[in-house]
């Protein structure tokens, strides 16, 4: 991409980088760029009380693609990056709306996928209503880790008999649809193998049921549950949006970076 960030303004000014965060890699990078240049993480605001990363940070949605569009022209923001949760789709495509329509570049930074290794029973699907439809079958005792959002998909007739163990940083929400059987865990990862293990096994879960997030933070229920030879349901995760460029690391994007800038952010 031929575009400089120095190239944006008249005026001599640090360049601007807006970061969609949210995100273990998005706290890591605005570390990077803080001090080095002007960086703002946006936050979702789902989280009642977030690790806040440093740098200047705002906190709530940007009204669609089009606020998000007149952010960034507002803030003269010279590069977005798209640091947000692999399952969070929507913002990401009002990203690449917004930062077209302001010729803006964008960059997504999303951690690597889990791959299945020797030992595993995977049973990947789509959606949170197909990983509903996959449980009769599988196990009655459910660990369900993935997120507090989404619970109406697993409040079906046919999951009456099924418990559902819902860890989450924030309790779920309290109105209907939930499923019939819920207990909420409160937490926040990085988790240990050993405290997965103990998990599993004090309320004897027999099925696993989690997001494709990605990363070490709460990898270990992975191997937890292949230990116990226990099934687990893998949502998979969205696309990013077309012609959006991907790097896996907050060092790639620092790079990137670097690169649109002629290599000021460089070293």
């Known amino acids: 991409m031929d575009i400089s960030l120095t190239d944006r303004s008249p005026v001599?000014?640090?360049?601007?980088?807006?970061?969609?965060?949210?995100?273990?890699?998005?706290?890591?990078?605005?570390?990077?760029?803080?001090?080095?240049?002007?960086?703002?993480s946006s936050l979702a605001g789902r989280v009642a009380r977030p690790v806040l990363p440093p740098g200047e940070v705002r906190i709530g949605g940007f009204g669609g693609a089009e606020g998000l569009e007149r952010w960034l022209r507002e803030h003269r923001v010279d590069a977005l990056i798209?640091?947000?949760?692999?399952?969070?789709?929507?913002?990401?495509?009002?990203?690449?709306?917004?930062?077209?329509?302001?010729?803006v570049p964008l960059?997504?930074?999303?951690?690597?996928?889990?791959?299945?290794?020797?030992?595993?029973?995977?049973?990947?699907?789509?959606?949170l209503a197909a990983a509903a439809e996959a449980l009769p079958g599988?196990?009655?005792r459910v660990f369900l880790t993935t997120g507090r959002m989404g619970l109406a998909a697993f409040a079906r007739p046919d999951l009456d008999d099924h418990w559902f163990l819902v860890r989450s940083v924030d309790a779920p929400?309290?109105?209907?649809?939930?499923?019939?059987?819920?207990?909420?865990l409160l937490d926040r990862g990085p988790f240990t193998l050993e405290g997965e293990r103990e998990l599993l096994r004090r309320h004897r879960v027999d099925v696993l049921v989690t997001k494709d997030s990605g990363g070490a933070a709460t990898a270990p229920k992975l191997a937890a549950a292949r230990e116990a030879g226990l099934p687990v349901v893998v949502v998979?995760?969205?696309?990013?949006?077309?012609?959006?460029?991907?790097?896996?690391?907050?060092?790639?994007?620092?790079?990137?970076?670097?690169q649109l800038s002629g290599g000021e952010l460089s070293g």
Request: net charge positive; no cysteine; hydrophobic share 40%.
């Open 173 to 184: 929400d309290p109105e209907p649809p939930l499923p019939a059987r819920l207990e909420t």
């Open 12 to 40: 001599a000014r640090p360049p601007h980088v807006l970061v969609l965060g949210g995100t273990t890699e998005a706290r890591l990078l605005a570390g990077t760029l803080h001090g080095r240049l002007r960086v703002t």
């Open 236 to 258: 998979s995760r969205p696309p990013v949006p077309d012609g959006v460029p991907v790097v896996t690391t907050p060092d790639e994007a620092a790079r990137w970076l670097a």
């Open 82 to 103: 798209d640091a947000t949760h692999p399952f969070a789709g929507t913002i990401s495509f009002n990203a690449a709306r917004a930062a077209s329509a302001a010729h």
């Open 107 to 127: 960059l997504a930074l999303r951690r690597p996928s889990w791959v299945p290794v020797a030992g595993d029973d995977w049973h990947r699907t789509g959606s």
């Open 138 to 140: 599988l196990g009655r």
